[in-house]
Each structure stands twice: as C-alpha cells, then as structure tokens.
C-alpha cells in the first residue's frame, strides 16, 4: 500500500519530467545546428534535466504530495499516514525509494538519448561506464533534495535545492577539490572522454553525500513534530 501510494503520488510528475526531456530533444536537432554544436546542447541539457529530475522527485519527506502543485504545510491525509503502525524510517524510504527509481530511469533514458546524438560512435561499454557515473552522481543531488525536504515546506525545497546547486557549481570555479569532487562535474558528459577510465572522485564523494544526507533525514524525521 505504501508503494502504490508513494506511486500516485508521485507519477504525474515522472510522466511530466520524461515530457520535458523529449520536448529538449525533439526541439533542439530541429534548429539545424551542426552535429557538435547539437552534442554540447545536448549534453548540457541532459546534465540540468538530471539535476531538475532529482529534485522534482525527491518528494516532501513523509509528507503526503500532491500531483500536480507545491503546497504549503502539511496535506490533509498527512494525520492518516503517520497514524498507520509503520516507523517514519520505512515511510521516508518507501517515498524516498520510488522516487530513486523513477529519477534513476530518468538518467538511464536521458543518457541514451543523449549518446545518441553523439558525432563519433558511442560503443555500449562507453555509454554503461557513463550511466553508472551519472546515476550515482544524480542521487547525491536526490539526496540533497530529500533532506531539504524534511526541513522546508514543500514550497521552498526546490528553491533551497537550486540554491545548494548554485553554490557548489560557483565553488567549483573557485577550488580545485570541490572540481573534482563535485557530483555536477561526474553527471557531465564533456567532465572526461568516454574513453577515459571512469572518474572514481566524483563517484566516491556522491556515495558517500548520499550515504550521509540521507542518514540526516531520517534523524530529522523521528525528532520532528507534526
């Protein structure tokens, strides 16, 4: 039950994330840019899709969502769901969990597309090594979504992600370490060649933000107050 709730909650805005990354594609070859042009636009966009697609979809925490808007406070079935004889623990990971898969097909379908369009051949070893780079490094920023939205409003999550975003893309310009280590530059396809052995920086440092991140929200959850 908790699966197929998380599910209707969360499916419209799957359904309109996928939308939104075919709009990009069917939009940009259309404007008749040559081949490395189209690959740069191309590869940018996939890179701010994955980004938007992990916060999107990152929920409200254990707060009941719905479809088709961000809402302030609490939704009125949200009583009901912490009623239920079910930890808050299990909650956050049941919503938290369906949202990484949805987000995690976003990539795998986004980087596909995206290898495509790609001017030289992409074998199928490349495009995996890439895929298994952006997924983890896409879940750091789903991590970061999911905490903030145990502590703000459903309203000011997205906000407060970008924002966190910003930060790190701004530190990335100005430290070396936080280039290297920074999930942004693991989920660019122009980081390192496709050739190039996989980046492990950028790969450890998102399991571990993961890892850490969403350990925080789970202590937030069991001391908040609803």
Not at 55 to 79: D, K, R, V
Not at 110 to 122: C, K, V
Request: a positive charge.
């Amino acid at each position: 039950m908790l699966w197929y709730k998380a599910w209707l909650e969360t499916r419209w805005r799957f359904i309109f994330t996928i939308g939104s990354m075919m709009l990009v594609w069917l939009t940009i070859p259309l404007m008749g840019a040559p081949p490395e042009r189209l690959w740069g636009a191309l590869a940018l966009g996939s890179t701010l899709l994955c980004c938007f697609a992990a916060i999107f979809l990152a929920g409200a925490g254990i707060n009941s969502q719905t479809f088709y808007a961000a809402t302030a406070g609490y939704h009125g079935s949200m009583l009901f769901t912490l009623s239920l004889p079910v930890s808050r623990r299990r909650l956050f990971f049941v919503r938290a969990g369906l949202g990484a898969v949805e987000t995690c097909a976003f990539v795998v379908v986004s980087a596909g597309i995206t290898l495509l369009w790609r001017p030289e051949t992409t074998s199928a070893a490349q495009a995996f090594r890439y895929g298994v780079r952006a997924i983890v490094c896409t879940m750091a920023v789903y991590a970061l979504s999911a905490l903030l939205a145990c502590v703000l409003d459903e309203m000011w999550q997205f906000m407060g992600a970008c924002l966190c975003l910003c930060a790190v893309l701004a530190m990335q310009f100005r430290s070396t370490t936080v280039r290297q280590l920074s999930p942004l530059r693991g989920m660019n396809l122009w980081s390192y060649p496709l050739t190039a052995p996989m980046p492990w920086a950028p790969v450890v440092a998102s399991v571990v933000c993961t890892g850490i991140l969403a350990y925080a929200s789970v202590l937030v959850l069991q001391r908040k107050e609803y």
